[in-house]
């Protein structure tokens, strides 16, 4: 038998993948079960056009066995099967995928379950053995093939025996070096571990022959060792489900299980899209500020999968820096992939996809703020702050998106309030929306800058919070009222008819405001008299945009 030559473009090719298209070795069990799965959905699928075919779902399986002595790994199926032309077309090419080529066939009749589309996946086997073997029936033939390559060199096609439609996938696991370890590819844990981790969705049952003990018969506290064949997959995916199959408790487990977080979540949004764009998703909003959301090592992100399979762990695309508390997953069968799958071809999809989750997540804050306040707040206390991070940044281009979702202490019963209920109950002779900052409420309150507001009946905004102000001057004004820091220099309330006397007290005193400023120079612009002092005898307030506070802050920073 000669040994046949991958074509050229393909050696280079086969090389190339081997050592740079894949980031992770342990994904070649993801591309070999989805090709399983493929293979058996082409049945599945024939089955709806073929009277001869009967598919019964019990029949139809992926099944994992690890040798340790042999130092192999066996991925079966019971699926179409390939024929030697088929081991030679789709195999003995790289690039070439039968699976996209059946989907074409395929097309009137809905074939999108199937996953394969590039034609390389294949190959990543050779990322951890030395040598693959493939053994196939093919649907309809008593003939079986078996092909067998050691990577670059070719491959072989032979006739062999095998009793049961469908394809046997033997990997020679390669040995360990210094660097790499190839051992773990052949331990039950770390098996089970990948295919929950990737394909833990996959349709079809994935089964592994697992080690147990259990007590033994006739005996005292003795155990006996058995095996017992097991699928490892959970195959329907919560997200698939109907949210009403599902309970609140279905949710929390599916945080739980997914690590999305250790705390319960808060609320969690099922989305289940069919317009222009399809796709499911599963979002959280989380009760807990995580322990390193506000530094630089958190990392945002969904979680990706097509159809089922993982493709992305934290895909950073679909969210929002200002929502990047949200925790989940998005499934879409619409995303271009390239070859690599890690890398997503174009991202038009995912645009609409991102669009649609963050005004999905808006909408679900604006329902909890209305119909849960309680909850809201204990949100917003967690992540109220990325929310007026997010009015500050981009030039204040999301401000319509998250204005109201803002809160603020009020003076009033010094309660958190929307800028919507400030608003609504402003007296008719109140033009601005006041706010004062400081370090603390305690503070504020004793700032002399907020007594003559306070006097007025007019609420006042606390801002305890670095980032309040600076979002306050990206919005600039909410309903047509805009934003006035109490320590202003005007602050637009009509003087009472005692401080007439003002300007006779200003000339009065000039000699003394003369000499204070000759004493305070470098400090400040002006001495006045005030009309806003009640109780304190002096007051500090600024002229321009910049408040007393900002200026703190501004000279805080670095550079
Ligand atoms: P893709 O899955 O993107 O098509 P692969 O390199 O993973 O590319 O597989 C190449 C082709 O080999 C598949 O399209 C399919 O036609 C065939 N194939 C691979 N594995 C199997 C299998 N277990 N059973 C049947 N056909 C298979
Ligand atoms: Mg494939």
Redesign the pocket.
Known sequence: MSKKQFQAESKRLLEMMINSIYTQREIFLR?LI???S??IDKIYYRALSDDQLVFDKDNYYVKLTADKESRTLTIS?T????TEE?LEN??GIIA?????AFKKENEAQDGHNI?????????SAFMVADTVTVI?KPLGSDQAFKWVSEGADGYTIVPCEKAEVG?D?ILQIKENTEDDRYDEYLEEYRLKAIIKKYSDFIRYPIKMDVKSQRPKEDSEGEFEEFVEEQTINSMVPIWRKNKNELTQEDYENFYAEKRYGFDKPLKHIHINAEGSIVYRAILYIPENTPFDYYTKEYEKGLELYSNGVLIMDKCADLLPDYFSFVKGMVDSEDLSLNISRELLQHDRQLKLIAKNIKNSIKNNLQTLLKNEREKYETFFKAFGRQLKFGVYSDYGTNKETLQDLLLFTSSKEKKLVTLEEYVSRMPEDQKYIYYASGESIERIEKLPQTEIVADKGYEILYFTDDIDEFAIKMIMAYKEKEFKSVSSGDLGIEPDADDKQDSAEENDNKDLFESMKGLLSDKVTAVKASKRLKSHPVCLSTEGEVTIEMEKILKAMPG
């Open positions: 591309e989805s090709n399983a493929d293979a199926d699926g179409i099967g390939m088929d789709n195999l070439k995928s039968g699976s996209l996953i394969g589309q590039f034609g390389v996946g294949f190959y196939s394809t996938i």
